[in-house]
């Protein structure tokens, strides 16, 4: 195992240099057809699950990073349930997915750390995940930390599952930004639980649920 | 709702009570032929999810309270998966059923409650459960509650689930009985999660799980 400064290195530089000095094969975690793909079984099921209660039309809020999970998730749906639009998630200060799809083009983040949401925090779209997001996607959603906070206590006392910041995410949108949802169906993807005891508990003693 | 001390009234005549003088129909939590055939349910998908991976032998632990869970996972297993082998799990103080098991008729607690495993604690098998468990199930296993708690730090770490003591305490007794086990594959059923957030987190800054 390889450790890293995520502030003041660069992820991709180092895979890249390690697979050529060793001749090893890089897998990107998202910007990779074969990793978008796999993801995007997570999109096959929605429509197969929500096809069983009769739902055809839907906003589907992905928890987004690279965009490998929003974009794999957007492809199956094009194909198995065309009626549902996927919404991109991301955190405050780290909407590069958000922005991009406003402008047209790959725009990057100030900061590449520093969020508590740190598995979903990206410098910018990848290369093959912004297409597919550009053309499949409706708008990003962007969401304050804090709220992140609330929908982890809400998943535990609701739902009883452990999220992460980055996981709770989508969930977080749904709860509270529903401003900017349209429509009957919400469906959010809850994508990581990948948190250490300390920030859940956090969590839990800063927005008791009832 | 109507709330009552566990500890000084009895909620079996309550219920008789209410049901008698407001004519209603009153169903038991587990001494109920559709309530045993409905949790059985649970029986049948560890039957097909178990056959899916090959496995048709294993000792199956249940969180068991009044049995009717026991009781029906015994019964469809008894169809589905007639080599597995349910093992009802009761924390010590509250082994009603492992006695039963080895007296060969119904034992009683001394006490109705004053346990964290508060939703398993019933004073003694059902009528109709006893005899479907001393018919279909091994022997019973008995754990302590901080084990349960260690349990549920496992179960947050490892499978991002939140358990309640109760229903973490099957998980408890593979984690921390096997002794009591025997052949290669254990099963075990996690069957509940209310839990508030003081307990919860007192099970995380107890035990850590690393």
Redesign the interface.
Known sequence: MILYDREHEDREAIGTALAEARGLSLIKPYDAPDVIAGQGTCGFEIAVQAAEVGIDQADVLVCCGGGGLTSGVALALEHEAPKMRVRPVEPVDFDDVTRSLQSGRRESNDRSGGSICDAIVTRSPGEMTFPLMRDLCGPGIVVPEDDCLRAI?VA??RF????EPGGAIALAAALYHGDQLSGDHVICIASG?NID?QL??RA??TY?CP
Do not use: I, M
């Open positions: 206590s535990f006392s009883k599952l452990v999220l639980g005891a859940f508990t839990l003693q008791p």
